[in-house]
């Protein structure tokens, strides 16, 4: 018997709207202050009437055309009842019967997956459970923020998949501009469908919640597929319901079975009116998809001779893409003042992404790159470049060079100036000079390197470059030192 995985995700983003799906309150998923963004219509009094924000149903198209989707040219609004505290109408606002966009796909790796359908709702207000207070509170702001939501047919076939496609479809969502999706936030969810076929047969599905990141998301059907394999092995029967993940232990748990399941009693939203769309304005839409991730990576590639790894890297953070892209194109600007050939170009290109994605990146220490906390221009980080290509810097002052830019904003060849960095010391009879101060002053790490210990050496060779503010070699530095230790 061939037991499979079949997996079908429902993703919703919340979209980066100015205002909410329904009425004009602000939308905006960083208020802190309880329920400021609210209004008649979001908090569902009676007699208010909805109107569409229009901007949400172009994002939506604009997700739809990206992913290879139609449009359905007549679309509609439906209620979806059912009675809960962050919900004030008593219904949601979403699509049923026609969704703004239907049938299309995402390619992950070398696979296929479909989608069903993209559609727009609203979203629900959030519910915070105080158990100091013993009582439970709402906060309206997020209720009527437009939700989009994604639905894909049955196609993934394992915990790593479902995981590139969610990430792969976050980056397509941030290139769009259409939202944040940030997972930790909550503007991006993800709820799984995971089940286990026998032979092809379908078999009976579970719903998996409380996912707040890719990693969970991986781990949990990980965890759900051995569980529903292990149980059929047993003979036991699989039970269509909803579990929860417990991060902390690690499993998934059962929250409520299909005896309990709504029966949202769907029908058309009668206090909106149906929407068409005409081919121009769908052509127009399409227009407006920018270059999108797999695109732009095939592009950089080819354009500026990346490894996968670097393209992948540029690709995946918009902001260091665009500064990328545009650092090199003032790299090709210098090279061409400089009289650089074309071989060279290529070099200081590649020593321009080296640097900026190992040691320019590694300044941020952990933070999120942009031009707040990136504040080397792209042009002097050009500068850098050439500059590295044309002098022979060793790489602890180009370090040090990187660094003195990021602190002090300055451009690299006034710090080349004031410090001194372009001296560097080559005589060697001075540089045994040093190396004689320094083993010297270092009787004990002398000692532990001649009882063998490796990174002694190293720490001789680091307290050269210290005392000479790294303007020695430190391949020549190492030479040298072995030559006294001797
Ligand atoms: P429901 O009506 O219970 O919401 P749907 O047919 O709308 O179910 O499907 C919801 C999601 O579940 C979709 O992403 C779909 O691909 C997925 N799905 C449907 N059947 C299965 C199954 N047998 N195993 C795993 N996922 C499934
Ligand atoms: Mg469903
Ligand atoms: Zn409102």
Same mark, same amino acid.
């Given at each position: 018997?061939?037991?499979?995985?079949?997996?079908?995700?429902?993703?919703?983003?919340?979209?980066?709207?100015?205002?909410?799906?329904?009425?004009?309150?602000?939308?905006?998923?960083?208020?802190?202050? $309880?329920?400021?963004?609210?209004?008649?219509?979001?908090?569902?009094? $009676?007699?208010?009437?909805?109107?569409?924000?229009?901007?949400?149903?172009?994002?939506?198209?604009?997700?739809?055309?990206?992913?290879?989707?139609?449009?359905?040219?007549? !679309?509609?609004?439906?209620?979806?009842?059912?009675?809960?505290?962050?919900?004030?109408?008593?219904?949601?606002? !979403?699509?049923?019967?026609?969704?703004?966009?239907?049938?299309?796909?995402?390619?992950?790796?070398?696979?296929? @997956?479909? @989608?069903?359908?993209?559609?727009?709702?609203?979203?629900?207000?959030?519910?915070?459970?105080?158990?100091?207070?013993?009582?439970?509170?709402?906060?309206?702001?997020?209720?009527?923020?437009?939700?989009?939501? %994604?639905?894909?047919?049955?196609?993934?076939?394992?915990?790593?998949?479902?995981?590139?496609?969610?990430?792969?479809?976050?980056? @397509?969502?941030?290139?769009?501009?259409?939202?944040?999706?940030?997972?930790?936030?909550?503007?991006?969810?993800? *709820?799984? &469908?995971?089940?286990?076929?026998?032979?092809?047969?379908?078999?009976?599905?579970?719903?998996? /919640?409380?996912? &707040?990141?890719?990693?969970?998301? +991986? =781990?949990?059907?990980?965890?759900?597929?051995?569980?529903?394999? +292990?149980?059929?092995?047993?003979?036991?029967?699989?039970?269509?319901?909803?579990?929860?993940?417990?991060?902390?232990?690690?499993?998934?748990?059962?929250?409520?079975?299909?005896? *309990?399941?709504?029966?949202?009693?769907?029908?058309?939203?009668? #206090?909106?009116?149906?929407?068409?769309?005409?081919?121009?304005?769908?052509?127009?839409?399409?227009?407006?998809?920018?270059?999108?991730?797999?695109?732009?990576?095939?592009?950089?590639?080819?354009?500026?001779?990346?490894? #996968?790894?670097?393209?992948?890297?540029?690709?995946?953070?918009?902001?260091?893409?665009?500064?990328? *892209?545009?650092?090199?194109?003032?790299?090709?600007?210098?090279?061409?003042?400089?009289? @650089? #050939?074309?071989?060279?170009?290529?070099?200081?290109?590649?020593?321009?992404? &080296?640097?900026?994605? !190992?040691?320019?990146?590694?300044?941020?220490?952990?933070?999120?790159? &942009? =031009?707040? !906390?990136?504040?080397?221009?792209?042009?002097?980080?050009?500068?850098?470049?050439?500059?590295?290509?044309?002098?022979?810097?060793?790489?602890?002052?180009?370090?040090?060079? %990187?660094? =003195?830019?990021?602190?002090?904003?300055?451009?690299?060849? +006034?710090?080349?100036?004031? +410090?001194?960095?372009?001296?560097?010391?080559?005589?060697?009879?001075?540089?045994?000079?040093?190396?004689?101060?320094?083993?010297? *002053?270092?009787?004990?790490?002398?000692?532990?390197?001649? =009882?063998?210990?490796?990174?002694? %050496?190293?720490?001789?060779?680091?307290?050269?470059?210290?005392?000479?503010?790294? /303007?020695?070699? $430190?391949?020549?530095?190492?030479?040298?030192?072995?030559?006294?230790?001797?």
């Amino acid at each position: 018997m061939e037991l499979k995985a079949v997996i079908g995700l429902e993703i919703h983003a919340e979209l980066k709207t100015h205002s909410k799906m329904f009425c004009s309150c602000k939308n905006d998923f960083e208020e802190k202050e $309880p329920n400021k963004n609210v209004c008649p219509v979001c908090m569902g009094h $009676p007699g208010t009437l909805p109107v569409i924000n229009e901007k949400a149903v172009d994002m939506v198209i604009k997700t739809g055309l990206a992913l290879n989707c139609s449009v359905n040219e007549t !679309s509609r609004f439906d209620r979806k009842n059912y009675f809960y505290p962050d919900l004030p109408k008593g219904y949601q606002i !979403s699509q049923y019967a026609l969704p703004l966009c239907k049938e299309g796909y995402m390619d992950i790796r070398d696979k296929r @997956i479909r @989608i069903r359908r993209v559609h727009l709702e609203e979203d629900t207000a959030r519910l915070i459970h105080s158990e100091k207070d013993d009582c439970s509170l709402v906060d309206f702001n997020r209720a009527g923020i437009p939700l989009m939501e %994604l639905v894909t047919e049955p196609d993934i076939a394992s915990g790593i998949e479902a995981r590139i496609f969610a990430q792969d479809l976050q980056l @397509i969502f941030q290139y769009l501009g259409v939202s944040d999706a940030d997972m930790e936030k909550g503007n991006m969810r993800i *709820e799984p &469908n995971v089940s286990i076929s026998q032979d092809g047969v379908m078999g009976t599905k579970v719903e998996v /919640k409380n996912l &707040n990141s890719f990693r969970s998301v +991986e =781990k949990a059907l990980n965890y759900e597929i051995l569980r529903q394999v +292990e149980a059929i092995k047993k003979k036991e029967k699989i039970v269509q319901e909803t579990r929860g993940w417990d991060d902390v232990k690690g499993i998934t748990y059962s929250q409520r079975s299909k005896e *309990e399941a709504h029966d949202y009693r769907y029908f058309p939203e009668p #206090d909106l009116p149906p929407m068409e769309f005409s081919k121009t304005h769908i052509n127009r839409l399409k227009l407006e998809v920018p270059e999108l991730p797999k695109e732009k990576f095939l592009r950089l590639k080819e354009q500026y001779f990346l490894s #996968d790894d670097k393209a992948q890297i540029l690709v995946s953070d918009i902001d260091l893409g665009n500064y990328f *892209e545009a650092m090199i194109s003032e790299v090709i600007h210098w090279s061409g003042a400089s009289k @650089i #050939d074309k071989e060279g170009t290529r070099k200081a290109i590649q020593i321009a992404i &080296n640097y900026l994605t !190992s040691d320019g990146v590694g300044l941020l220490k952990g933070k999120d790159f &942009n =031009k707040e !906390s990136f504040p080397i221009t792209p042009e002097n980080f050009a500068e850098f470049a050439i500059i590295l290509f044309e002098k022979n810097f060793n790489s602890k002052m180009a370090k040090t060079l %990187l660094e =003195k830019m990021f602190v002090t904003k300055k451009d690299p060849s +006034e710090i080349i100036e004031e +410090e001194g960095l372009n001296e560097t010391i080559e005589d060697e009879g001075e540089i045994d000079k040093i190396a004689q101060k320094i083993i010297e *002053e270092n009787k004990s790490v002398v000692e532990d390197y001649k =009882k063998g210990k490796q990174n002694a %050496l190293q720490f001789l060779i680091g307290q050269i470059m210290k005392e000479t503010k790294g /303007k020695i070699d $430190p391949k020549i530095a190492g030479q040298i030192l072995q030559k006294w230790l001797k």
